[in-house]
């Protein structure tokens, strides 16, 4: 069974503070990494892809992969109240399916 | 333009009904999806199509029935839902080829009860 795990958290942070939220997965041959934001009672939102090790930004957003690791994680910088949901991370297993496996997901709360 | 629109945003069904969900994407991609997502869960992957063409059945009750009648319309008949039914169903679109990657983007979702 290909896994993508994630701590549930929640994972509560100070406005203004970086958070980190950390994604692993089972699979050596899997290419495509994503990052979906969703609010309570809405649907996915994305805000991250990565397919190369290293680091991507995007405004406050970081992407990190490391696929000999197998890990792959974001950054928020300056959290903001607003960025208190929940983040799954989505992984493509690279068989071609066309179907991605999502993480449980980490709760973020961001304190004011 | 990264829209997926689906209706309805709310479908209250009895166990004997029939209804359609819909969605429609306008962003050229040839790949569409449906999810189930259950409270406190990750989407639940049902139903891929690329290229009009189903490509993808993860075993789902024959009640849940997709049809994709062109390259921007999927939508998903139900038939004699069970409770145990009620979740939020995600439509999302991406390209249904190319190298490195894609990106599923998803609709705002159905949110059915079953009663």
């Known amino acids: 069974q290909k896994e993508v795990e994630q701590n549930s958290g929640p994972l509560s942070v100070p406005e203004g503070a970086i958070a980190s939220l950390n994604c692993t997965y089972s699979d050596r041959v899997s290419q495509s990494f994503f990052w979906y934001r969703q609010y309570s009672g809405k649907s996915p939102e994305l805000i991250m892809s990565?397919?190369?090790?290293g680091d991507k930004e995007d405004g406050r957003f970081t992407a990190q992969l490391n696929k000999a690791s197998q890990y792959v994680s974001l950054l928020i910088r300056d959290s903001q109240p607003s960025d208190s949901a929940t983040y799954l991370c989505a992984v493509d297993p690279g068989t071609g399916r066309r179907a991605l496996t999502f993480g449980s997901g980490t709760r973020l709360q961001v304190q004011p | 333009d990264t829209e997926v629109t689906q209706t309805p945003k709310h479908l209250v069904m009895g166990m004997t009904n029939k209804k359609s969900l819909k969605c429609e994407q306008h962003?050229?991609?040839?790949?569409m999806y449906w999810y189930k997502q259950k409270a406190k869960k990750p989407p639940e992957l049902m139903f891929v199509y690329s290229y009009e063409k189903l490509s993808i059945n993860e075993s789902v009750p024959s009640r849940f029935s997709p049809e994709c009648p062109n390259s921007s319309l999927l939508n998903l008949h139900l038939h004699a839902l069970q409770p145990e039914d009620s979740a939020l169903y995600l439509c999302?679109?991406?390209?249904?080829?190319?190298?490195?990657?894609?990106?599923?983007?998803f609709g705002p979702g159905t949110r059915l009860t079953v009663t």
């Open positions: 962003m050229g991609h040839r790949a």
């Open positions: 999302a679109s991406s390209q249904a080829t190319g190298t490195g990657g894609y990106e599923q983007y």
């Open positions: 990565i397919y190369s090790n």
